[in-house]
């Protein structure tokens, strides 16, 4: 077997990788390159770049092709850039702004992971027939007793398996990733043993179409309207004040509501029909049940009595005990042992056994403790 799990020499293994014109990408080339694979660099064009070229920590932009072009011709493997912009733009930014306008919260990296990235860009890679599909993610892809596994990162700031959650079992049979046994700082080591004109490169920070970090400006570009007013009241209906937008606003948000009180407020739900944030005292967060849809599973069954896991909300944040019962193969009821506050719609809820991604799904309806 060689390092990637075929039973063939490297040279016989043709190996499609993902070069964002980031560090991590381009480690990955070179690392396979060097093993004597037989790689091919598949750069995506995904948005307008515009005045992202030159900003420092963005994402596939005009800046980016061109480094991944130079790492390329560094290390001597062929390099293709796809426009994908069309379908990027109808799978992750139309889906991002609409998410935003029905007063949810959107994770558009999940989403270019799960459509153009896993989906497309995979689809051309077995075209070019290539046995797999290699990317600079930190997560790692073990062989179970009967299927491939997906675990966690070796290095637990680095780890991506939250953002890697909608990776079908099929995808993840053809997909590889080969820093997810490694620390960061080895990657940075590699890319100067390499000579990578990235070694020194930021990593990317924001949403890559999102350049300025402003949301409602992007949101209301494609959506004209999507910053009409609407009212501030709390959990009893009171109107408190007026808002420019729902777009503004995010579950759990404490800063820049706009209306004063004696005691803290929080955005505690909004209501994208009625246009209404609804606002309350810390307490009325706490969330103790919800729904998740669009479930994909990295098991063979969840039993029909229902399986214990850890479960993130959000990326950053400590796996909690929660009891998944599956409701049909694509959503679940998702019961905490202790209530978590500011379970947003429209994040993902990610369940893991230990080192291992069980899978998860889209947040949808949330029970909380207050009246809302």
Not at 69 to 79: C, D, F, T, W
Request: net charge neutral; aromatic share 8%; hydrophobic share 40%.
């Amino acid at each position: 077997m060689n390092s990637l799990g075929f039973d063939k020499a490297p040279s016989q293994t043709r190996v499609v990788v993902a070069m964002s014109g980031g560090v991590d990408s381009s480690v990955v080339a070179a690392m396979l390159k060097e093993e004597g694979y037989d790689v091919i660099g598949i750069t995506l064009q995904l948005y307008d770049h515009g005045a992202a070229v030159n900003k420092k920590g963005a994402c596939c932009a005009g800046q980016d092709i061109h480094d991944a072009r130079r790492v390329a011709e560094s290390i001597n493997i062929p390099h293709y850039v796809l426009n994908y912009q069309d379908r990027f733009k109808q799978s992750v930014i139309d889906d991002f702004v609409d998410t935003y306008l029905q007063g949810q919260t959107p994770i558009p990296c999940v989403k270019c992971n799960q459509s153009v990235k896993f989906k497309d860009l995979l689809g051309t890679a077995r075209d070019l027939g290539a046995d797999a599909l290699a990317t600079g993610h930190y997560v790692q892809r073990k062989v179970g007793d009967s299927r491939s596994e997906m675990h966690r990162a070796v290095d637990p700031d680095r780890d991506q398996s939250y953002f890697l959650f909608a990776t079908t079992q099929d995808q993840l049979d053809f997909l590889r990733f080969p820093l997810g046994g490694m620390k960061k700082a080895a990657t940075r080591e590699l890319a100067t043993k390499y000579g990578l004109v990235v070694k020194d490169k930021p990593d990317s920070q924001d949403i890559c179409f999102v350049p300025t970090g402003n949301y409602a400006a992007v949101i209301e570009k494609y959506r004209p309207g999507a910053l009409d007013s609407g009212e501030i009241v709390d959990l009893r209906g009171n109107v408190l004040g007026t808002h420019d937008g729902i777009i503004n606003f995010t579950i759990g948000q404490r800063r820049g509501i706009g209306v004063s009180a004696a005691d803290p407020l929080y955005v505690v739900k909004v209501d994208a029909e009625s246009k209404r944030v609804f606002v309350g005292p810390k307490e009325a967060l706490d969330c103790v049940r919800f729904e998740i849809r669009e479930a994909n599973w990295l098991l063979s069954e969840i039993p029909d009595t229902g399986l214990s896991a850890l479960v993130k909300m959000r990326s950053a944040q400590k796996a909690v005990p929660a009891r998944i019962c599956k409701t049909d193969t694509r959503t679940a009821i998702v019961e905490l042992e202790t209530p978590y506050a500011a379970v947003a719609p429209g994040q993902a809820c990610v369940a893991y056994d230990g080192e291992r991604v069980l899978g998860g799904g889209w947040i949808a309806k949330t029970e909380l403790r207050s009246i809302v």
